[in-house]
């Protein structure tokens, strides 16, 4: 092993069986695989483990409603959980049941250990019970004697039960929990359970009378009874690793850190350490607890219709869903707390981070090497007149990459999702500024040969940085991210390690990527008519409010190219400073594609977006027209792109 390689076990909760996969389900999921491709881009050694809770009541009931055997129901929903993740691009090592029979065995066993060591009797138990949660629930819990969760009536049940003998570990689990404060994360959640613990901890009750449910593992000292759920579900962390003994296990287990909603919480970071601690085996290293999705302000639920189904979301948004999604909630909730999914967010995050600031980066950088450099790496050599204006760049990126890598890394330490994609941002943003302050599209015109030099010093930063960005993004967004990779000629593994300035190679060639995630229009949007009237006849006149209705913005050209099958029409990828469009203008006849790039040219910006032989086109280039004669209007000096025009 290569030194300073970590090795980590991460795990989701496994999910039960009685529905099928939601955002919340992939909130869990998709954090996890983001931070397994990330340890794994950082050269470490992981596991990683999602699966499903296939046991008890809830489940015994959705399968007799549905009129199939529980088996076959668990069989078909948990392949419904397999597939939504295999559509999701989601990395597992191994996908865990709890009615495998690796599984079975490793629970048996472990009870066998505990009723060995005397740690569980036979006890009486009276209380209210919620046959929807499978739990009683003490009084202090359901002072209006309904179940908080289902709000429907608990009802007192005293059964003959075998109780795991949990209240002697009160004492060690407040210690170990003291002892290492990394435990439980973020801190609320620790204090939570500390809370929690100040009052006198229960014995648990680990078994159902096969009588009242049937579905479930049998104890292996007493087949009367079968394995309460939540028992038998927690041991799949370790049972998927082959249980005690094995060398997966000898291997990943003392590395296990586990994801959770806070809903959760309790069975985690209470009756599994105690549990853990009474059978001999270490307790796990980390609890990593994040908050609850809301939808539209509201909690998910099928009777208010809101629930959010990720393949079906992601497949409205083509090629760029998975990406875009994946971005859009590891961005949008800070882990730890609640948040909120609306289209207005997705589609904001969308537009601002992904189509205006990376795809506006990807496309300008891979164009500019495409028509500047005839999509070739070049190789920089110093300017012959000297170091000359923006030489500082040259140590502000990998200053800019270097920080980003470093931010990065801690927000990954510490399972901060957003900060990480918040670096990748800055570092987003600071390459626009490079484009902005470079303005590779002069020095292309200039023949002066210190021009020609810096020109070529502009787009090897350019290409470098396109491969570093595609670096840092894989764990974050695997499409995109091979998309940009692959533009600069790497469809090989990268590791982290290689997203340096100095690692791209002269003479590779750069393909173009326009459209990595084209902007989206927000539903409203185009859905207003024009104006009537506002257009005049030639010589008639109109009011300055008028033509105040009429936005006119600088764009700098980006990229232009024939409409195909069209003598007149030229497609032009411009920018306005905060986005991207794409503008279809009839001035083929006059100008070659190449002559447009880099010029600053006025759009009319509010226009209605319209499709001109099959290319969607939003604004329109204003031209002056005479006769045979037709000039575009541009700029007589430099204003930056989106400035307004009066
Ligand atoms: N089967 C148990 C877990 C056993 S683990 C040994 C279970 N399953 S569940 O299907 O209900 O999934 C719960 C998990 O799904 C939560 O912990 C969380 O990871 C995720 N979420 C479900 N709904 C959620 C939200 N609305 N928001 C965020 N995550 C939520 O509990």
Same mark, same amino acid.
């Given at each position: ?104 065995? =490793? ?155 806070k809903d959760i919480l309790k069975p985690h970071a209470v009756y599994w350490p105690c549990m853990l601690q009474a059978a001999g085996l270490p307790v796990y290293t980390r609890l990593h607890v994040h908050g609850y999705w809301t939808v539209g302000g509201q909690k998910m639920s099928k009777s208010l219709g809101n629930v959010v189904e990720p393949r079906a979301f992601i497949e409205g948004y083509g090629r760029v869903g998975n990406d875009a999604f994946r971005y859009f909630i590891m961005r949008e ?263 447009? =790039? ?33 000039? =575009? ?11 307004? =025009?009066?």
């Amino acid at each position: 092993m290569s030194p300073g390689r970590r090795t980590f076990y991460l795990t989701t909760p496994i999910y039960y069986v009685n529905a099928t996969p939601h955002l919340g389900h992939a909130y869990t999921t998709i954090v996890a695989d983001a931070m397994a491709r990330y340890r794994r881009l950082a050269g470490d050694d992981v596991w990683f483990l999602t699966g499903t809770d296939e046991h008890g009541d809830n489940i015994a009931q959705a399968a007799a409603q549905a009129s199939v055997s529980p088996q076959a129901y668990a069989d078909r929903i948990s392949s419904a959980f397999r597939e939504a993740w295999l559509g999701l691009g989601i990395t597992n090592d191994d996908f865990i049941r709890t009615t495998e029979a690796r599984h079975k065995t =490793v629970v048996q066993a472990i009870l066998r250990t505990l009723w060995d060591r005397g740690e569980i009797y036979l006890g009486t138990y009276g209380g209210q019970y919620c046959f929807g949660c499978e739990r009683f629930y003490t009084e202090k819990e359901n002072a209006d004697g309904k179940c908080p969760d289902h709000q429907r009536p608990l009802t007192y049940i005293e059964e003959e039960n075998y109780f795991f003998k949990m209240s002697k570990y009160q004492r060690w689990l407040t210690e170990h929990i003291e002892g290492h404060p990394e435990m439980i994360r973020p801190e609320r959640y620790r204090n939570e359970i500390l809370g929690f613990l100040r009052d006198p901890l229960q014995d648990l009750s680990i078994s159902r009378p096969r009588t009242r449910l049937e579905w479930g593992i049998p104890l292996p000292f007493d087949d009367k009874y079968v394995t309460y759920v939540w028992f038998d579900a927690l041991i799949n962390y370790v049972s998927a690793l082959g249980g005690p003994g094995d060398t997966r296990f000898e291997t990943y287990w003392p590395h296990a850190q586990h994801l959770i909603g806070k809903d959760i919480l309790k069975p985690h970071a209470v009756y599994w350490p105690c549990m853990l601690q009474a059978a001999g085996l270490p307790v796990y290293t980390r609890l990593h607890v994040h908050g609850y999705w809301t939808v539209g302000g509201q909690k998910m639920s099928k009777s208010l219709g809101n629930v959010v189904e990720p393949r079906a979301f992601i497949e409205g948004y083509g090629r760029v869903g998975n990406d875009a999604f994946r971005y859009f909630i590891m961005r949008e909730m800070t882990f730890g707390l609640d948040a909120d999914f609306s289209k207005d967010a997705f589609l904001g995050r969308f537009n601002a981070d992904l189509a205006n600031d990376l795809g506006n980066f990807v496309s300008r950088a891979s164009t500019m090497i495409q028509n500047f450099g005839d999509g070739v790496i070049p190789t920089p050599r110093p300017a012959p007149g000297g170091p000359g204006p923006g030489e500082e760049w040259e140590f502000a990126l990998p200053a800019a990459l270097l920080k980003a890598k470093d931010e990065i890394a801690a927000a990954m330490d510490d399972f901060a999702f957003q900060k990480a994609l918040a670096a990748i941002g800055e570092y987003i943003a600071r390459l626009n500024q490079y484009v902005d302050a470079m303005h590779p599209w002069t020095l292309a015109k200039d023949t002066d040969p210190a021009a020609r030099e810096r020109l070529t010093g502009v787009l090897y930063m350019l290409g470098a940085s396109l491969r570093c960005l595609g670096i840092l993004l894989t764990p974050f967004l695997p499409d995109a991210s091979a998309r940009i990779l692959a533009a600069v000629g790497e469809t090989g593994k990268l590791g982290l390690s290689e997203a340096r300035y100095d690692r791209l190679s002269p003479g590779g060639r750069v393909q173009k990527v326009s459209g990595l995630f084209p902007r989206l229009e927000p539903p409203t949007r185009g859905d207003a008519r024009p104006e009537e009237g506002v257009t005049g006849k030639p010589g008639s006149r109109i009011t300055i409010d008028e033509f105040g209705k009429v936005e006119l913005r600088v764009a700098e050209v980006l990229a232009a190219e024939p409409v195909p099958k069209s003598k007149k029409l030229l497609k032009l990828t411009v920018s306005l400073g905060t986005e991207q469009r794409t503008v279809v203008a009839g001035i083929a006849e006059h100008y070659a594609p190449a002559d447009l =790039v880099g010029k600053r040219v006025v759009v009319v910006a509010n226009l209605e977006p319209a499709r001109l032989m099959g290319v969607a086109s939003d604004g329109m280039v204003l031209a002056g027209s005479s006769g045979e004669r037709l000039a =575009v209007v541009v700029l007589d000096r430099d204003l930056p792109s989106g400035a307004r =025009v009066t």
